[in-house]
T-cell receptor, first 111, second 113 residues
Framework: DVKVTQSSRYLVKRTGEKVFLECVQD?????MFWYRQDPGLGLRLIYF???????EKGDIPEGYSVSREKKERFSLILESASTNQTSMYLC??????????FGPGTRLTVT | AQSVTQPDIHITVSEGASLELRCNYS??????LFWYVQSPGQGLQLLLK??????LVQGIKGFEAEFKRSQSSFNLRKPSVHWSDAAEYFC???????????FGRGTQLTVWP
């Protein structure tokens, strides 16, 4: 069974803080993804990675960066958190078959 | 441009009634199509997928979907809805760009007892 884990289910941070969201998958998948989910807007892709140290911008990369130093781990970084980054963050991974497996999500609140 | 449209934001059905959730897509290559379900506070779970072959695909929890290329549609159906099916449903399309999927905005399903 594919397992995608995210470091926290709930996180509260202050405006201006640097925030790290971690995602780990255990199926040796090539591709990993970070989405944010907001009511009425569905899933919006922030960044994705198709190999170690490789990354591609998604639709809303502004204010975010990512790191993939090992195949199983994909980190999302908010360099200076702002209130408009309060959201649910979902990580996913996939092999070459395109079928994405999702983690449980991290609900981030920035105050 | 690649996109997915789920025309119904919210659907309410009675338990035991049939269900159809609509999905239309725009994609420049041969599409791979997916339906996911999300229970409150959870991640997304794959219900079913279409890559090729038989256009009627069966998934988990008694769901099925039919791919209609001429209509660019991939509608999700269930003959008899259970209260536990209440959740948000997402349609997605992919197939070319480095494993990326394009998601619709979701349809929230409410089930009345």
């Amino acid at each position: 069974d594919v397992k995608v884990t995210q470091s926290s289910r709930y996180l509260v941070k202050r405006t201006g803080e640097k925030v790290f969201l971690e995602c780990v998958q255990d199926m040796d998948h090539e591709n990993m993804f970070w989405y944010r989910q907001d009511p009425g807007l569905g899933l919006r892709l922030i960044y994705f990675s198709y190999d170690v140290k490789m990354k591609e911008k998604g639709d809303i990369p502004e204010g975010y960066s990512v790191s993939r130093e090992k195949k199983e781990r994909f980190s999302l970084i908010l360099e200076s958190a702002s209130t408009n980054q309060t959201s649910m963050y979902l990580c996913a991974s996939s092999s070459l078959s395109y079928e994405q497996y999702f983690g449980p999500g991290t609900r981030l609140t920035v105050t | 441009a690649q996109s997915v449209t789920q025309p119904d934001i919210h659907i309410t059905v009675s338990e035991g009634a049939s269900l159809e959730l609509r999905c239309n897509y725009s994609y420049g290559a041969t599409p791979y199509l997916f339906w996911y379900v999300q229970s409150p506070g959870q991640g997304l779970q794959l219900l079913l997928k279409y890559f090729s072959g038989d256009t009627l695909v069966q998934g988990i929890k008694g769901f099925e979907a039919e791919f209609k290329r001429s209509q660019s549609s991939f509608n999700l159906r269930k003959p008899s809805v259970h209260w536990s099916d209440a959740a948000e449903y997402f349609c997605a399309v992919g197939g070319s760009t480095l494993g990326r999927l394009y998601f619709g905005r979701g349809t929230q399903l409410t089930v009345w007892p």
